[in-house]
């Protein structure tokens, strides 16, 4: 459905506001010159014929005036705004970037996170995947941080001040344990905040996927009743070094979120397998807010038809009334 705003708009209101003076001007001048003009038109020239006179008179400023209104309404790139509803797995990056998401990055720094498989190690490679996508995400967004082991150790309310972020993710250390479902609901916890519940909302969870401390069940259950996708990052060869994608798979599946294994990458495969990790993240987390997205957009075709037939209307009648 799409919806027309009015009145008229401008990219380049300028030129309308100069075209709206030149329209005067030309007005103006016609009137002095036909006043010059009356005193002998009304001896020499009989009534019916002056009144038709004044009728073309009439036209001609009209017809040039629009002429020069049309001509600079166009040049001045007219537009109606326009609201489209739309699909989420339909709309562009540019028309999702309209909407606000929250979402936070939770990183596992657990001691098999220091394991080699990845280089130079899974949590050295996890940081700068972190970091790329904390930079792929729209200005906008409003993104928080949690590391974790056996427990929460670091984190960062969901903020746009990106170096915040940046530099507590380049200052995590390992730590013994893994208690994933701790993680989850504390950031469960932050996204539950009024502030954050109204746009949509995301968890991406970056580990080799081994929880030891407690369990996920919980946290999972919360996701899933709030709405709330968990995206997974595997860093780590399956069976090396107590890493469990399978694990990092089944929470994804279960709350509506996808499941990414981090591979050995050279840096543009890596910005590449990223970028889609954020549009993903940032369709999962609509969806999980909204069932269509409400697009403002421009409807150029529609004015510049109209001012184009005025121009023409114009210029043609013109041409009849004399120069």
């Given at each position: ?193 009024k502030a954050y519940s109204a746009s949509g909302r995301a968890i991406i969870l970056f580990s080799d996927g081994k929880n030891n401390v407690g369990t996920v069940t919980s946290a999972v259950d919360d996701a899933i009743i709030l709405k709330i996708p968990v995206f997974t990052v595997s860093a780590g060869t399956y069976g ?84």
């Open positions: 459905m799409v919806t027309l705003e009015f009145p008229v708009r401008f990219e380049n209101p300028t030129y309308s506001l100069v075209g709206m003076v030149l329209a005067g001007a030309v007005v103006a001048l016609f009137y002095f010159s036909f006043t010059r003009l009356r005193i002998a038109q009304k001896r020499l020239e009989l009534v019916q014929w002056r009144r038709m006179r004044s009728l073309v008179r009439f036209t001609n400023i009209s017809t040039k005036t629009g002429v020069v209104v049309a001509l600079s309404f166009l040049l001045a790139t007219p537009y109606f705004p326009t609201t489209i509803e739309m699909p989420i797995d339909k709309a562009t990056e540019e028309q999702m970037a309209q909407y606000s998401i929250t979402a936070m990055l939770l990183l596992d720094v657990s001691y098999s996170m220091n394991n080699s498989d990845l280089t130079p190690s899974r949590l050295e490679f996890s940081k700068n995947i972190v970091k790329l996508l904390l930079n792929k995400m729209d200005s906008n967004d409003l993104v928080g941080f949690i590391s974790f082991a056996g427990q929460v150790y670091d984190s960062v309310l969901p903020t746009s001040n990106r170096t915040k972020v940046t530099e507590k993710i380049d200052n995590q250390t390992i730590h013994q344990s893994t208690s994933m479902g701790t993680a989850l609901e504390t950031a469960i916890g932050v996204l539950e905040n090396l070094g107590e890493a469990d994608p399978l694990a990092l798979r089944e929470i994804s599946d279960k709350t509506g979120g996808k499941f990414y294994e981090a591979r050995n990458e050279d840096i543009e495969s890596l910005a590449t397998s990223v970028a889609q990790i954020s549009h993903e993240v940032k369709v999962g987390a609509l969806k999980g807010a909204f069932d269509k997205l409400v697009i403002e957009a421009r409807d150029y075709q529609s004015p510049s038809v109209f001012f184009s037939v005025l121009l023409i209307a114009a210029l043609f009648l013109t041409w009849f009334t004399g120069v």
